[in-house]
Antibody, heavy 122, light 107 residues
Framework: QVQLVQSGAEVKKPGASVKVSCKAS????????IYWVRQAPGQGLEWMGW????????NYAEILHGRLTMITDTSTSTAYMELRSLRSDDTAVYYCARGATTAAGPNWFDPWGQGTLVTVSS | EIVMTQSPATLSVSPGERASLSCRASQSLSSNLAWYQHKSGQAPRLLIHGASTRATGIPVRFSGSGFGTEFTLNISSLQSEDFALYFCQQSLQWPLTFGGGTKVEIK
């Protein structure tokens, strides 16, 4: 079945970097975009960015520009999200999600990964 | 940026009753609105897209309506597994944005 499986929880110190993986299965990886969303404790969902595995094109949320990189490895059908210069307010559950249609750009999501808790603490 | 506002924040409903959740957009979305169900520790699940189209496998007790800036998710007869957090998302333009969510709890 179509699914996204994310890497495990991470604990990082302020200023460090984190890289979360999202392995896709059950569909043609290059046909659908991958999106990243996060949810800080007690907060709503925040869209982080988008990547097309086919073209490598990306679009990042303005607030994260300069600290965020998204890449894909089409040989393993895996997407990666790297966030640098971590701060305490980056503590959140990070989700990857597949675009529900093959259209590149704004989309809704289906399915989502199970989430990866990233804790930033000294 | 399109601001999405959901109400109420919490909805207390008895099993078997109907629940009605609201989502409002700061500008017209046409029908570019999706609804998700989110249970703690699980991946969010797509319920509705295009404002009113049920996703594959979603029970018919879930229905979406609305157009433009006002949208509603109705759950016709709440089952025990329906008590969860529900949120809306606009898919019209970057940046993609979400409502703050409505928690549906057992009354």
């Amino acid at each position: 079945q179509v699914q996204l499986v994310q890497s495990g929880a991470e604990v990082k110190k302020p200023g460090a970097s984190v890289k979360v993986s999202c392995k896709a299965s059950g569909f043609t990886f290059t046909s659908y975009s991958i999106y990243w969303v996060r949810q800080a404790p007690g907060q709503g969902l925040e869209w982080m960015g988008w990547i097309s595995p086919y073209t490598g094109n990306t679009n990042y949320a303005e607030i994260l520009h300069g600290r965020l990189t998204m890449i894909t490895d089409t040989s393993t059908s895996t997407a990666y999200m790297e966030l640098r210069s971590l701060r305490s307010d980056d503590t959140a559950v990070y989700y990857c999600a597949r675009g529900a249609t093959t259209a590149a750009g704004p989309n809704w999501f289906d399915p989502w990964g199970q989430g990866t808790l990233v804790t930033v603490s000294s | 940026e399109i601001v999405m506002t959901q109400s109420p924040a919490t909805l207390s409903v008895s099993p078997g009753e109907r629940a009605s959740l609201s989502c409002r957009a700061s500008q017209s979305l046409s029908s570019n609105l999706a609804w998700y169900q989110h249970k703690s520790g699980q991946a969010p699940r797509l319920l509705i897209h295009g404002a009113s189209t049920r996703a594959t496998g979603i029970p018919v007790r879930f229905s979406g309506s609305g157009f433009g800036t006002e949208f509603t998710l109705n759950i016709s007869s709440l089952q025990s597994e329906d008590f969860a957090l529900y949120f809306c998302q606009q898919s019209l333009q970057w940046p993609l944005t979400f409502g703050g969510g409505t928690k549906v709890e057992i009354k």
